[in-house]
């Protein structure tokens, strides 16, 4: 099964989401994020949804479980750029990913990341 | 004698007379509209004569008694641009229903003279022709109607997309100033049109200044927090300014909870608060 590359930079992870994700590389993700967190004791997560066109309930609630554990295993999440549709449906399907941290892109959720770490 | 004979009949009697009815109908016409044709006499009678052709020949088929039959497609698509043409310049109903039953009475006079000896084939004809122009005619209001309606719902939309301006006002700083009442399908527009514009400018925070919403209820309440939930995905904040007292009082009164949005009486006061989230700041500075 494809499995979603996690690179790890300094004591940040990046994600970066190259394509539609189905229900199970979601999980996969998930689980894989999760364990990466832990070993490389990662203090922040950068999910980067640019080439995410559709997004559903599930793949929104998998995003927002993600960010919960991160914060849980003490690693700050940032999801950055998002599409203007993709928001829009999140907010229509009554999931404004509260506990997120959200930037426009990239560079902004890097910046974000480094100003709460302390860097 | 039978409809179809007698549509026929009526066919070649509107053919013989085309010129002296048509003159009628002219006069007819002018005396009763309130104002001149707007295209000008040559048009409305260049209208009239080719709506007597199509007439003629579409009674010539023998089916008078249904309009929506193919043989009548040639009037009906005359009607139909006559009546978008009449409903474009703003013509009332009264005025464009009156181009078909003008014509009633300088048929009606010249049959009287025409079908004089035999009084019941006059009597069925009649019946016969003026069934139908009532159906053309009520054919011609819908189509008026229609075109109005159309008319209405591309003003609409047009007034949608008018009235949601997304303002760049600093660098990294976008303000939405809404005007009118926000519901579903404005609040969509706006939402898109905000969203699209964070993405091409890369602003951190956007303010939505609603002093020109006449009332916030909770509907409106629930599409503002909508429109901010929306704008916070895409990693922007968002302040709502140009609270007038009566909505702080509705909205409390309401139990809005608008406790997580930062809010500002005026836009003056969200921006400077925008400037200082962003790094900026306006001093002044002694006149020379």
Known sequence: MDRIPILSMGNLLLVIIQFDMHDRLALALQDD?????????????????????????????????????ARLLAAETVVVGMQPAVAITLVELGLALTGVKTALNVEKGMALLGKSSGR | MNLNTQAIDVSKFIKK????ILQDWMQNLKAQ????DPAGDEQLREHCNQFLDSLAEALRSGKANDITSES??????LLT?????????????????LFIFSLKQSLFTRMLTEFAQD????VSIMWMLSTLLDGLGLFTIEVFQKSRDQIILRQQQELLELSTPVVKLWKNILALPLIGTLDSDRTQIVMESLLQKIVDTGAEIAIIDITGVPTVDTLVAQHLLKTIAAARLMGADCIISGIRPQIAQTIVHLGVNLEDVITKAT??????VALERTGSSITNRPLA
């Open chain 2, 17 to 20: 007379y085309q010129y002296p």
């Open chain 1, 33 to 69: 994020l999760t364990e990466q967190i832990v070993k490389e004791q990662a203090k922040g997560v950068l999910i980067d949804i640019s080439a995410l066109d559709v997004v559903d309930s599930f793949i929104g609630r998998v995003i927002n479980n993600t960010a919960s554990m």
């Open chain 2, 33 to 36: 509209s309130v104002r001149a």
């Open chain 2, 72 to 77: 009548w497609d040639e009037v009906r698509n």
């Open chain 2, 81 to 97: 641009e006559i009546s978008q043409a009449r409903a474009k310049y703003g013509y009332t109903p009264n005025e464009t229903a």
């Open chain 2, 267 to 272: 836009l003056a006061d969200a921006f400077v």
């Open chain 2, 119 to 122: 009084a019941a084939t006059l």
